[in-house]
């Protein structure tokens, strides 16, 4: 699942205390996944960075042309899509206007 936030818009931050409450329901969620035995990990993504294109385009931040940049992931065990994508219906992020959770599938080589 991929996480993005709109990180730019100033009114779409959050105060200090609602970050904490965020935090825990966050935290809250991936405690749920996680006693289904379905989280394997994840990680925030800081929000600084470039961005490396065709022709040898380099821009700053990953968040250059679009709001909603990727601000982290995590690793579920589904057995489907369906499955994965009702953990990312919950996900407390979605509360927030033009935040989104990518639903994706990793790919191992030689292996669905």
Known sequence: MLMRLDIITKEAQPSPEQMQVYMKQYQDWV????????????KGLSTEGKVCKHNNVETDGPYAEIKESLAGFIMIRANDFEEATSFARACPILGGEGNSVEVRKVVMHGNS
């Open 31 to 42: 405690g749920s996944i996680a006693a289904q035995n379905k989280f394997i990990g994840g």
